[in-house]
Each structure stands twice: as C-alpha cells, then as structure tokens.
C-alpha cells in the first residue's frame, strides 16, 4: 500500500506538467496540442515496448485492445482536447482546481468496489477538499486577473474543465478496474500498450483534423515555433505519459479506488506550484488555505485507508 501511496504522489507530480503546455503554446489549438502530445508518447512507447512485444502480443486479446482503445480515447485525446481549451479559455488555476474534484468523483464513482470505505467514514476529508477547491476558486474569479477575460470565455473554460473532469474520471474507473481484473499485465506492460494505441489513434485523427482543417493550420504557420512544440510535447510523452501513467498503473493495481481517487488531488496541486514558478510569485491567502485543506483532506483519506488495511492484515 506504501508503493502505491508513494508511486500516486509521483504520477501527480509528473501530470501536473500537463497544464503548464497550453500555457507554453499558446499559438496551437487544444486540438493540435492533443494530437502533437499522444503522437510523440506512440512513438515513445514503441521505442519503450520494442523488447517486451513479443512477449505481450502473447498475451493480448479482442477485449484488451478494446479496452485500450477506449481508455485512449476518453483518458488521453478527449481529456486533454477539454483540457488544453480550458486553460487557453479559463487559465491555469481554474482548469487545475476543477480538475481537482477528481478525488470526489472518483472515490463516488468506486465507492461499491473492494476495499472501499464506506461514504460516511470519507465524509469529513472529502469535505475538506471540497472547501480547497472552493477557496482557490472563489480567489481565482474574484482576483484582478479575473477580469482580463469576458465572462463567456470564462464559463467555456468552465465547462471545457468540467468535460475533462467527466472523461478522466471515467477513465480511471475503468482502467483501475481492468488492471485489477487483469494481473497478466505488468504496470509498464500496460503503459506501453496504452501509448501505442493512443499514438495509433493519434495518426488516425490527426490525419482526418489535417484534412478538416489545412486551410487554417496553413494561414497560422507564420505564428507557431514548431521546434518548441515537439519539445515540450516529447516531455510530456516521456514524463507525464509513459512514466507517470506507468506509475499510476501500479497505484491503481494496489490502492482502492476511494483511495487512488484522492491521490489524484495531487496533480492540481503540482500544477499550481508549477504556475506560482513560472509566475515568480507566492501563493495569495486563499490559494495557499485551498492548498492546505486539500493537502489534509488527503492525508486524512489516506490515514483512514491504512487502519482498515492494517485490520485487514490482522484479521
């Protein structure tokens, strides 16, 4: 349960990257941001996988690459599609802290599965996060940089946040009950097969989107720095995709879904201290009691997770 914890907090760390990207390119649509990221991680996994085929091909089935493909889709092309528009619409902070009811939605979303606790014994550090993630929202919209965008831009980065909230809890329901129905598959096994199938899907709706729209892509040549956009999307696919998805498979092999669903928190935390060091500043009052609750909320899930684990062991 210790690696578990430990290899959640690692995943987050690296996730967290995810919302400085937009930030960095801002000339590239969430579309393209999307596609450039899962193209480089395809090609990073297959380069990763190359000695384990063999041996995987083995064991795939019909309803692996069904899995896989679905996963793709709602975890990594349609999440960061919302999410990239979020934070070119909404900003940072907003998209990372709406983002950050992750916890919420998927510990209600495995509330029934093994090893859960019950909702009443959650209630109390659910609620703490609850109350972080209404502090830095409440600082976020009422600030002075709230008012630099219209009041429609901000409610579609809302909603684009709330659309990547919906598919990546999804996504990590299903993809933490598949590993724990499938022990056939190492932690990077399955990560590596994630990244291919994501980069096969990449191809493929990349292809149609150049297609769509060449015409626009082509008028905006002239404002992009294509060389900063493969780099910052090949850290991505190395750090944040690969590694921290390989990290987070085996946190969701070893940890109950009420449990790895508050170690998400922790993605929008790293992105928030990712911001305030791009920004050069400290955090405001609000955003720093938001951080703290959030940070106590957890700690207090994961307490309670290890006195049932511990009554588990002893029974």
Not at 6 to 18: D, H, K, T
Not at 62 to 83: E, F, K, M, T
Not at 242 to 267: D, F, H, K, Y
Request: with cysteine; hydrophobic share 55%; glycine share 8%.
């Amino acid at each position: 349960m210790g690696i578990g914890i430990i290899c959640g907090l690692l995943a987050g760390a690296l996730w967290g990257m995810v919302f400085i990207a937009p930030r960095l390119l801002p000339a590239f649509t969430p579309w393209e941001l999307s596609i450039g990221r899962y193209l480089a991680y395809g090609l990073v996994a297959l380069v990763a996988s190359v000695p384990l085929l063999r041996r995987i091909s083995r064991k795939l089935t019909r309803a692996d690459c069904l899995a896989l493909l679905r996963q793709s889709c709602a975890g990594n092309l349609v999440y960061y599609v919302l999410l990239a528009a979020a934070v070119q619409l909404a900003g940072v902070g907003p998209a990372s802290l709406i983002i950050g009811i992750l916890p919420i939605s998927v510990s209600l979303s495995g509330r029934r599965d093994r090893g859960a606790l019950p909702l009443r014994q959650l209630a109390l550090p659910l609620l703490l996060v609850a109350l972080g993630i209404a502090c830095i929202n409440v600082d976020l919209f009422s600030s002075a940089t709230a008012s630099q965008a219209t009041v429609a831009t901000r409610l579609a980065g809302v909603a684009c946040a709330a659309g990547a909230l919906a598919s990546w809890t999804w996504y990590a329901v299903d993809n933490a009950r598949y590993l724990q129905r499938n022990p056939q598959y190492s932690s990077h096994e399955w990560s590596a097969l994630y990244g291919l199938s994501t980069g096969v899907l990449s191809v493929v709706f990349g292809i149609l989107g150049w297609l769509l729209f060449a015409p626009l892509v082509t008028a905006a040549e002239t404002q992009r720095d294509w060389q900063m956009f493969w780099l910052v999307n090949g850290a991505l696919a190395l750090g944040a995709s690969l590694i921290g998805n390989s990290l987070w498979n085996r946190a969701s092999r070893r940890l109950p879904l009420t449990l790895s669903g508050q170690l998400l928190v922790m993605e929008s935390l790293f992105a928030l201290l990712y911001v305030f060091m791009l920004e050069g500043r400290l955090p405001r009052l609000l955003e720093a009691t938001a951080i703290a609750l959030l940070i106590v909320g957890v700690a207090w899930a994961v307490r309670l997770h290890g006195t049932l684990h511990s009554r588990g062991k002893s029974a």
